[in-house]
């Protein structure tokens, strides 16, 4: 291959020392090798390189994400194989949940048209894989945010879509009350998750023994417990309220009350492009805004032209964001109308008024005493 730095390189090369000193020369071929290797390209971004972890990350530069998204027309999410209240297909194929409803609000803020997706389904095990090698432009798909995946990885979280912790789900009849009556017993947990490491931090911190019994899949390992091959199941607590309603007798197990790990769960992309890190995240942070400024998918056209300079922004009406973006102005503007704000977006799919019924809680905004907060836009 005619590679640039290859010929500089052997440019720059006393030709006279090469053929005095057969060593000397040996080297200097070495080095022009490891150049010639080290600058091959193959990868849809312009080239591959390789993570900390071994893994072929695809490199993106500043800007290819989106560009590629408008070329093919749709945007390709990552999400679970079947979690309700996050990411799960009815019988008709129709994909519903807030990790679902992420995907669906950039696809609105991109095409005025939150329609605009193809939703592939992931396991565990192969999510990180699909997103490093550019065949999704990102995973919305229930994943916890620690160091080793933002930073090995070379991945880029947008934000926490949702507070959660990790639990155990025992059948209401088998005397499992406390941590310690856990002690001895077999679990069943999803492997390739942090969801098996928390559990072995947690028994070994307790001196406590326990019978791991790993499976692929959300739905292996609530078979599982249903068959009894554990005595508890381990996940998110607000995965494993959503499981419970799978049960053929919901009503035959609970929740234990304990919460044992910090799972700051949301999307995740590539490192590199930071034009798509940024609309993703800012997009996230706009519905949380909306919410906070009372701007729902019902009532936000009443919202124009305001007095408050910071929903006039919103509203695309002012300062020019969504240019910014490298979007239209009205990106926001379609992402609420078409999908909803942050509470709109929890109620319908985890909330009290979901089949889940789960309580906001800390995932309420912060000014209703939560954590959940979006950055001001000014």
Request: hydrophobic fraction near 40%.
């Amino acid at each position: 291959m005619n590679d640039p730095i290859g010929i500089v390189v052997m440019k720059n090369l006393n030709m006279s020392l090469i053929l005095r000193k057969n060593g000397l020369r040996n080297c200097m071929l070495s080095m022009v090798m490891l150049f010639l290797v080290a600058c091959d390209s193959s990868s849809e971004f312009g080239g591959n390189s390789l993570g900390s972890s071994g893994t072929k990350v695809a490199v993106q530069g500043d800007g290819t994400t989106l560009a590629a998204i408008r070329q093919r027309g749709h945007i390709r999410c990552g999400v679970s194989t079947s979690l309700p209240g996050f990411s799960a297909p009815d019988s008709q194929g129709h994909w519903s949940g807030l990790d679902v409803d992420f995907c669906r609000v950039l696809s609105a803020a991109i095409f005025a048209d939150p329609s605009r997706i193809v939703f592939i389904p992931l396991n565990a095990k192969e999510r990180f894989d699909a997103l490093q090698a550019g065949e999704i432009d990102i995973l919305s798909r229930n994943t916890s945010w620690t160091y080793t995946r933002d930073i090995p990885q070379h991945l880029n979280f947008v934000g926490i879509t949702f507070y959660d912790g990790q639990g155990f789900l025992v059948r209401v009849d088998s005397g499992i009350n406390t941590p310690e009556d856990l002690n001895g017993t077999a679990i069943c947990v999803k492997g390739n998750t942090t969801s098996e490491q928390n559990l072995v931090a947690y028994f070994r911190q307790r001196n406590m023994i326990y019978q791991p019994v790993i499976f692929d899949t959300s739905d292996q390992s609530l078979s599982g417990f249903e068959a009894g091959r554990c005595s508890a199941l381990s996940a998110d607590r607000s995965a494993l309220a959503a499981m419970r309603l799978n049960l053929k007798t919901p009503g035959s197990a609970e929740l234990l009350p304990m919460v044992i790990s910090k799972e700051p769960l949301g999307p995740v992309i590539r490192e590199g492009d930071n034009q798509w890190h940024k609309i993703t995240r800012w997009t996230f942070f706009a519905i949380l805004n909306a919410e906070e400024f009372g701007i729902t998918s019902k009532n936000i056209d009443s919202f124009k032209y305001s007095n408050n300079p910071m929903i006039s922004r919103l509203m695309g009406e002012e300062d020019s964001l969504g240019q910014n973006l490298g979007l239209d102005n009205l990106w926001a503007y379609y992402a609420i109308k078409l999908v909803g704000n942050y509470g709109e977006i929890f109620e319908r799919n985890l909330g009290m008024n979901s089949p889940i019924k789960i309580n906001r809680g800390v995932n309420n905004l912060w000014t209703n005493g939560g954590l959940q907060y979006g950055p001001p836009l000014r």
